[in-house]
């Protein structure tokens, strides 16, 4: 074990016996590296909004919007007027948003329009019709980027996000077909295109393949459809580890092959014509968490071994109705010698499972296993209230200082049928 591991080990260890289990470790440093990494990777005249959905905890949100003592600023992406609150009490403004995702109502449009939010990227002619009803309501215009659901894409592998029939976007080869319509919307400018094709990239190549098809396809509809396209978002993909070792992903070619690709299919983009935008969530902030966890007791039954922790997929759901969570990877100081089990929560469900016959160490009850890469889909992509457990404890630190200790906390508004209003 390295000093450098160690030290964190021991602060770990510090940290679990002062607040309990299960605690979410959040390290700003490492947010910090990773928006340094992230923008040295692009163009510097690229934009770059953090997609709140990986973890908008306030204390990582305020870290990536930056300023003069943290470095370059990131901008906000939300898609719900909680993220919307989350951004703004870390220091965003509503200008400093997009506000994306399909099912936008007229209530939550209100909500973000009156707190200044102007851009949105809208997936439907319903959509961008809301937003300018809302828009008109307010006497504002506000900006719709149109999401396109391209027909074709590059990369075959990674999780795709386009390229078949989805609630995302307007659908690449009938746009030509709902133009007049958009154009008719009053209340509402369109302003360029969004695309989002593909999430953790497997590799650096797939990644650029995405992005220069990405790039070609906007330049073409703009040219074809007469777009206006004074903004182009290109999307993420930017991958990481989640709930295992490793390091998030390396991008020593990406500059270069976006600038080449903008100049000769977008060749005014470098005067902000159109202005060229990223999004990421989880390389962002993915390698900053680690989640703690004791165990509370170990069976056997019928052969298999059970480590059973404080926490499950009420505290590390980790989005796991989307297969992405099994199998996790513990870090444990608990000697060499290894031996299949399973890893589960204390849900009374047989799915609350962290990890199906994996390779563990002897264990006991009080023992502490450190889940690593966790500071993307944590918390608030878990079943947090199921069987009304707490929620667990988060605690963020910069170096050894301990920045600030949370825990969400959920109450039911209860009110007798027939009470006065």
């Known amino acids: 074990m390295s000093a450098v591991s160690a030290a964190r080990r021991r602060r770990e260890v510090e940290l679990a016996a002062r607040f309990g289990t299960p605690l979410y470790v959040y390290d700003l440093d490492d947010v910090a590296a990773a928006r340094r990494e992230l923008?040295?990777?692009?163009?510097?005249?690229?934009e770059l909004f953090y997609a709140l959905k990986a973890n908008p905890h306030p204390e990582l949100v305020r870290e990536l919007r930056g300023g003069a003592a943290r470095g370059p600023a990131c901008r906000a992406e939300i898609s719900s007027t909680?993220?919307?609150?989350?951004?703004?009490?870390?220091?965003?403004?509503?200008?400093?948003c997009l506000y994306t995702g399909p099912g936008k109502t007229a209530a939550e449009l209100r909500t973000a329009i009156a707190a200044?939010?102007?851009?949105?990227?809208?997936?439907?002619?319903?959509d961008v019709?809301?937003?300018?009803?809302?828009?008109?309501?307010?006497?504002?215009?506000?900006?719709?980027?149109l999401r396109v659901n391209s027909v074709t894409a590059s990369a075959t592998t990674s999780i795709r996000m386009t390229g078949t029939p989805s609630q995302f976007g307007f659908d690449s080869e009938t746009l030509a077909g709902v133009l007049p319509a958009l154009r008719a919307v009053a209340g509402v400018r369109l302003a360029g295109l969004h695309f989002f094709p593909l999430s953790n990239a497997r590799d650096e190549a797939?990644?650029?393949?995405?992005?220069?098809?990405?790039?070609?396809?906007?330049?073409?509809?703009?040219?074809?459809?007469?777009l206006p396209l004074r903004y182009l978002d290109i999307g993420g993909g930017f991958s990481a580890p989640y709930a295992v070792p490793?390091?998030?992903?390396?991008?020593?070619?990406?500059?270069?092959?976006?600038?080449?690709?903008?100049?000769?299919?977008?060749?005014?983009?470098?005067?902000g014509a159109p202005t060229i935008a990223c999004e990421s969530g989880r390389f962002l902030v993915g390698g900053c968490g680690t989640l703690l966890a004791s165990v509370s007791n170990v069976k056997v039954s019928r052969g298999r071994k059970f480590v059973i922790l404080d926490a499950g997929i009420n505290a590390f759901g980790g989005m796991s109705g989307l297969g992405r969570l099994l199998p996790v990877s513990v870090r444990i100081d608990a000697g060499d010698e290894v031996a299949p089990a399973s890893l589960v929560g204390p849900l009374c469900t047989p799915g609350?499972?962290?990890g199906r016959e994996i390779p563990l160490p002897g264990l006991a009850p009080g023992d502490l296993v450190a889940?690593?890469?966790?500071?993307?889909?944590?918390?608030?992509?878990?079943?947090?209230?199921?069987?009304?457990?707490?929620?667990?404890?988060?605690?963020?630190?910069?170096?050894?200082?301990?920045?600030?200790?949370?825990?969400?906390?959920?109450?039911?508004?209860?009110?007798?049928?027939?009470?006065?209003?």
Do not use: M
């Open 246 to 271: 490793g390091r998030r992903g390396a991008y020593p070619k990406l500059r270069s092959e976006l600038a080449a690709a903008l100049d000769l299919h977008l060749p005014g983009w470098r005067r």
């Open 129 to 145: 019709r809301r937003v300018g009803a809302v828009a008109g309501e307010h006497g504002v215009l506000a900006e719709c980027l």
């Open 206 to 226: 797939s990644l650029i393949a995405e992005f220069l098809h990405t790039i070609e396809l906007a330049a073409d509809l703009a040219q074809e459809l007469d």
């Open 371 to 421: 889940i690593p890469n966790a500071g993307a889909y944590g918390p608030t992509a878990s079943l947090l209230s199921f069987l009304g457990r707490p929620a667990p404890t988060e605690v963020v630190v910069r170096g050894e200082e301990v920045v600030s200790v949370s825990r969400i906390e959920y109450r039911r508004s209860y009110e007798p049928a027939g009470a006065p209003r």
């Open 352 to 354: 609350d499972i962290l």
């Open 39 to 46: 923008l040295a990777a692009l163009p510097e005249e690229f």
């Open 116 to 126: 200044g939010v102007r851009l949105f990227s809208t997936d439907s002619v319903s």
């Open 82 to 96: 909680g993220e919307l609150a989350a951004a703004l009490a870390a220091g965003f403004s509503g200008a400093d």
